[in-house]
């Protein structure tokens, strides 16, 4: 049953779901605007509490002793703001109004994407002191460890920008693998930023199956994320990435539903009759062709 809240009436797409939790208000560098993900399909984390919902009412049926089904209301926008980490209790508490600040982190530092001299991006996160120390230590500068700007968590998030610039200034002098070789030897939690070309020619995408290949009618084969988590004694694979319109209509009608399939031909014909628009000359000769579609349901 649909709620009567204020907007229940109004319509609704990812972007402006994500706009409508605040998350752009804080994405994205100070100098710049708030910033959308254009590349995510946030939305779709409905879907995925929608799913444990389901799964917890199924759950509380057969296990709480209820025996009785319920109904899941999940909204477009409230799946987002419930990631959107401390906001409302910073809010809430402190009236706090985070802002962008780019690619740092308001409680860690430093924590950034740091540029290499070959124009790579190399990520680090060292906010304990533990791992301050091997990065201090790592990049041959441990008097940082002891620089009063920087000796605990609270002074070096009060002194980002200068700590920044010096592990900035580190990074430029040398190209990308160098520092992550260096980084990797001194124990230092490091990554590179990824491109897709860079995911498909990595060892850990494909040792654990990241990427699948799919068979398709239209493509042959085309190779895609793989199932994701994986279960010990049922692990689920993909079968297809996407049939075209009424792919399975047949299965449904004649197995699901029973429908013999004289009736089910019968409908089918009946149905391509009436909607049919009348052919023209040109079709009636030339045969048809089967129009080609997007890989992975992709407009």
Not at 40 to 50: G, I, K, N
Not at 217 to 222: H, K, L, R, V, Y
Request: charged content about 25%; overall charge neutral; some cysteine.
């Amino acid at each position: 049953m649909a709620r009567p809240d204020p907007y229940s009436q109004r319509g609704g797409y990812g972007t402006i779901a994500e706009a409508f939790t605040g998350i752009p208000s804080f994405t994205g560098f100070p100098d710049g605007p708030p910033t959308l993900m254009s590349s995510l399909r946030l939305a779709d984390s409905s879907a995925t509490f929608a799913a444990m919902a389901a799964m917890f009412a199924i759950y509380e049926r057969d296990q709480g002793g209820s025996a009785k089904g319920q109904a899941v209301d999940v909204s477009l926008y409230e799946p987002l703001f419930r990631l959107a980490e401390a906001q409302a209790i910073a809010y809430d508490q402190l009236k706090l109004v985070r802002k962008r600040i780019g690619n740092r982190s308001t409680t860690d530092s430093p924590r950034n994407a740091y540029k290499t001299h070959d124009g790579g991006y190399v990520t680090i996160s060292a906010g304990t002191q533990k791992s301050f120390d091997r990065l201090t230590a790592a990049i041959g500068m441990p008097e940082l460890s002891t620089d009063e700007r920087f000796t605990d968590a609270f002074s070096r998030q009060r002194n980002a920008d200068e700590l920044d610039a010096i592990i900035a200034g580190w990074f430029l002098k040398q190209d990308l693998p160098q520092r992550l070789d260096i980084l990797g030897k001194g124990e230092v939690v490091s990554g590179p930023i990824y491109t897709i070309e860079d995911i498909f020619n990595d060892p850990q995408y494909a040792s654990r199956g990241s990427i699948v290949s799919v068979p398709d009618p239209d493509f042959g084969t085309i190779r895609m994320q793989g199932a994701t988590p994986r279960m010990t004694r049922t692990p689920g694979h993909i079968r297809h990435a996407g049939k075209e319109l009424g792919g399975d209509n047949e299965e449904v009608y004649l197995s699901e539903l029973g429908m013999s399939r004289r009736i089910r031909l019968a409908e089918v014909a009946a149905r391509d009759l009436e909607k049919a628009p009348p052919m023209t000359y040109t079709q009636k000769i030339m045969p048809t062709r089967r129009p080609t579609r997007a890989p992975c349901g992709s407009a």
